[in-house]
């Protein structure tokens, strides 16, 4: 019964032992414990990492986005200017040469009006038609200067394409070489523009 006994007794003790030796000790389960922080820190620093990225990504997406909008407000404000600029020169140029268009209307009858009194009238009343026709010239050409039209002078004036059209090349001793020393057809310029060249000769 003793032996029994005491084979019971360190049976128990046993198997106390071995549960004692199967509970993790007190710096074991620190050591878990810490094992689990760092875990939950590097999935904490992992995700504020992601998060820093995403927001890192969307700055710059905006920034993309504003510069993009940027571009385009710059560009239509250069186009605006631009057409503003452009609109008032073809206002400018509008009010400036208005008359052209009745100029150039008006000369073939001061072509004829100058032919008409090239004549040399013979009796009083072609005289007196002469006159009136004269008159009736002076009022155009008055008319005319008043809207910055006037004759492009020629015989004399050294010969310029701008201004004069060669319609014949001569030889005199009396001008200097390439100087008109004729006009055929009157020229017009309204203002600083020419609407019609002069017809000329022009000495070789």
């Given at each position: 019964?003793?032996?029994?006994?005491k084979r019971n007794?360190?049976?128990?003790?046993?198997?106390?032992?071995?549960d004692?030796?199967?509970?993790?000790s007190?710096?074991?389960?620190?050591?878990?414990?810490?094992?689990s922080d760092?875990?939950?820190?590097d999935i904490?620093?992992?995700?504020?990492?992601?998060?820093?990225?995403?927001e890192?990504?969307?700055?710059?997406?905006l920034?993309?986005?504003?510069?993009?909008a940027?571009?385009?407000?710059?560009?239509?404000?250069a186009?605006?200017?631009?057409?503003r600029?452009?609109?008032k020169?073809e206002k400018?140029?509008?009010?400036k040469?208005r008359?052209q268009?009745?100029?150039?209307?008006?000369?073939p009858?001061?072509?004829?009006?100058?032919?008409g009194m090239?004549?040399t009238?013979q009796?009083?009343e072609?005289?007196?038609?002469?006159?009136?026709?004269?008159?009736?010239y002076?009022?155009?050409?008055?008319?005319l200067?008043?809207?910055?039209?006037?004759?492009?002078e020629?015989?004399g004036?050294?010969?310029?394409?701008?201004?004069?059209?060669?319609?014949?090349?001569?030889e005199?001793?009396?001008?200097?070489?390439?100087?008109?020393v004729e006009?055929?057809?009157k020229?017009?310029q309204?203002?600083d523009?020419?609407?019609?060249?002069?017809?000329?000769?022009?000495?070789?």
């Amino acid at each position: 019964m003793e032996n029994d006994a005491k084979r019971n007794h360190e049976d128990i003790l046993s198997e106390e032992n071995t549960d004692s030796s199967e509970q993790p000790s007190s710096h074991e389960k620190d050591m878990a414990f810490t094992e689990s922080d760092n875990i939950d820190e590097d999935i904490q620093s992992d995700e504020e990492e992601k998060r820093e990225n995403d927001e890192s990504d969307d700055m710059q997406e905006l920034e993309r986005k504003l510069a993009d909008a940027t571009n385009r407000m710059l560009r239509i404000q250069a186009d605006y200017d631009n057409f503003r600029r452009r609109t008032k020169q073809e206002k400018e140029s509008a009010a400036k040469y208005r008359s052209q268009s009745l100029a150039e209307k008006l000369l073939p009858a001061l072509d004829n009006f100058e032919r008409g009194m090239m004549i040399t009238p013979q009796e009083e009343e072609t005289k007196s038609l002469l006159q009136g026709m004269e008159m009736v010239y002076r009022q155009l050409k008055d008319a005319l200067a008043e809207e910055g039209i006037e004759p492009i002078e020629t015989v004399g004036k050294p010969f310029d394409p701008h201004y004069h059209q060669a319609v014949m090349q001569v030889e005199t001793d009396e001008f200097e070489s390439n100087v008109v020393v004729e006009e055929m057809q009157k020229g017009y310029q309204l203002k600083d523009k020419v609407i019609r060249p002069a017809m000329v000769k022009v000495n070789a």
